[in-house]
């Protein structure tokens, strides 16, 4: 069952910018840190952002970092992932996904909810 809902995706061109939103539903976000991840096709899923349950934690890959920029709205019970100068590697299948234990590390095991993802495509 789907625990998450992604939004935001869709097709951009390259240098555009895209904001996606995780929504979380029959619970509460505040006691969990957030990751997005993304998998492109024939890729292993890989880890994006993650915030920690406060915020007070911002964590971004390599390869996204001053492009990407993670935040959340508990009042909302959501989690956003702004993205700029948006490239075309950037184009996958992005998720979100929540732990209880924080930031630390990328791999995806620890992220024991999800969502169903959003399609972005970044593209001329």
């Known amino acids: 069952q789907l625990l998450f809902v992604e939004s935001g995706g869709g097709l951009v061109q390259p240098g555009g910018s895209l904001r996606l939103s995780c929504a979380a539903s029959g619970f509460t976000l505040d006691n969990y840190a957030i990751g997005w991840f993304r998998q492109a096709p024939g890729k292993e899923r890989e880890g994006v952002s993650c915030i920690s349950s406060g915020g007070g934690s911002l964590n971004y890959v390599d390869s996204v970092k001053g492009r990407f920029t993670i935040s959340r709205d508990n009042a909302k019970n959501t989690v956003y992932l702004q993205m700029n100068s948006l490239k075309p590697e950037d184009t996958a299948v992005y998720y979100c996904?929540?732990?209880?234990?924080?930031?630390?590390?990328?791999?995806?095991?620890?992220?024991?909810?999800w969502g169903q993802g959003t399609q972005v495509t970044v593209s001329s």
């Open positions: 996904a929540a732990r209880f234990y924080g930031c630390a590390g990328w791999a995806p095991t620890p992220y024991k909810y």
